[in-house]
Every structure is written in structure tokens, then in C-alpha cells.
């Protein structure tokens, strides 16, 4: 139980092009996805956390309008990278906790980013 | 402020030895602890957990770690490793108020040789 599916696992993009990934939990219903990037050999950085039906919450740093999250149901979120650039190539990973006032989160198996 | 600390990067073994990954942390409130596994191009799986109750907690491929209020730490250890528990392994917290956050540490490659 608790998979966290995400799609793509890898894309390549041209720069200035927009991306889309999607988080879904397959078999548990969840309120709250988080949106993790992770640099080579480093730790995870949360982006920002997402909650079903209303607007999402940004870290400090994260331009929301560049990182477009959009959590409009209890199994699925999306992050839209808007108008890629090089830098933004990184290994995306989400995550997503169950109701219930649960702890503990899951997490996806990442989406290779790359734009060229 | 609340921090997580792993304090060794890489840690070398051979293949049937003993071994412990340390985490600490600081913080002023109360905290849930996890141990996250992640193999090469992957996302991370749960290893273990410690919400509440017995402070020895463990995993079905023989993992346990060990919550220790006075010390602050949550470490990491298994009796005989094996060339399959090769991965990067990541401490993370939630403090009591965080809004279910988790905070990482900066992981630990385990390596397992033979």
C-alpha cells in the first residue's frame, strides 16, 4: 500500500518550453503533496507544499509563478516548470501523506528534468 | 532553529560487517523521526519510523534505529549488511508544528563491498 506513481520519469525540453509533472497516489486518497528538488548528490530541497483545493505554499526562494502546482484532487498534483531554462534541470521528486492526520509521507520515484 | 545533521557522508563497509548511520537533530518541540532509503535514480522508500511508543523501531529487512531524546538522535544500524543495501540513506524529521514538513538531513552513502 501507499504508492505514489509519477509521470514522466525523465523529459527532455527544449529552454523557454514548459514541462508538466504529475504526482499521483494510487491507492490512498491524500490532502496534502509535497514538491521536492534534488541536486546531484545532495539532500532534498522542499519547493513547496500543496493542498487539495487550495492554492499551494512556496519555500522561501521558489518563484511560484515559475514552479506552477496545481493539487486539484486527493490523488493527483502537477508542477508545471514554466519557460525552462538550463538551471532548472534537476531530479524532481514528490511526495504525499495520507489523510488522517498521518506523519508519514511517501514518496514517488522522481522525474529526471533536462532542458537543453 | 531546527536542524538535521548526518554527520558522515560516505561510509564504506565490507559485505556481512556491522554498521551505523548517525542522525542527530536540534529542536525545541517535540519530533516525529524517519530513515528514507534512495537507490540510484530513484525517489526515496520508508525505511523505519518513530511516531510514538517504543523507541527501538525496525524494518523487515533487518534495519532498526533508536530514538534517543536525551541525545538527540535517531541512528541508524544493522547487525550484517548486505552488497544489496548499497544505497544513499536519508535522515528526516517533522517537528510538532511544522505543518507535517519534513526536514533532511544531507545523507549517508552506504557502500557495501565484498
Known amino acids: 500500500g501507499a504508492v505514489v506513481s509519477q509521470h514522466p520519469s525523465r523529459v527532455i525540453c527544449k529552454s523557454g518550453t514548459s514541462v508538466k509533472i504529475e504526482c499521483r497516489s494510487l491507492?490512498?486518497?491524500?490532502?496534502?503533496m509535497f514538491w521536492y528538488r534534488q541536486f546531484p548528490k545532495k539532500s532534498l530541497m522542499l519547493m513547496a507544499t500543496?493542498?487539495?483545493?487550495?492554492?499551494?505554499?512556496?519555500e522561501q526562494g521558489v518563484e511560484k509563478d515559475k514552479f506552477l502546482i496545481n493539487h486539484a484532487s486527493l490523488t493527483l498534483s502537477t508542477l508545471t516548470v514554466t519557460s525552462a531554462h538550463p538551471e532548472d534541470s534537476s531530479f524532481y521528486i514528490c511526495s504525499a501523506r495520507p489523510l488522517a492526520g498521518q506523519e508519514t509521507q511517501y514518496f514517488g520515484p522522481g522525474t529526471r528534468l533536462l532542458v537543453l | 532553529a531546527q536542524s538535521v545533521t548526518q554527520l558522515d557522508s560516505q561510509v564504506p563497509v565490507f559485505e556481512e560487517a556491522p554498521v551505523e548511520l548517525r542522525c542527530n537533530y536540534s529542536?525545541?518541540?517535540?519530533?516525529?523521526l524517519f530513515w528514507y532509503v534512495q537507490y540510484p535514480n530513484q525517489g526515496l522508500q520508508l525505511l523505519l519510523k518513530y511516531l510514538s511508543g517504543s523507541t527501538l523501531v525496525e524494518s523487515i529487512n533487518g534495519f532498526e534505529a533508536e530514538f534517543n531524546k536525551s541525545q538527540t538522535s535517531f541512528h541508524l544500524r544493522k547487525p550484517s549488511v548486505h552488497i544489496s543495501d548499497t544505497a544513499e540513506y536519508f535522515c528526516a524529521v517533522s517537528f510538532t508544528g511544522g505543518g507535517n514538513k519534513l526536514t533532511f538531513g544531507t545523507g549517508t552513502q552506504l557502500k557495501v563491498e565484498l
Open positions: 529542536s525545541s518541540v517535540s519530533v516525529y
Open positions: 500543496s493542498n487539495e483545493g487550495s492554492k499551494a505554499t512556496y
Open positions: 491507492d490512498f486518497q491524500a490532502t496534502t
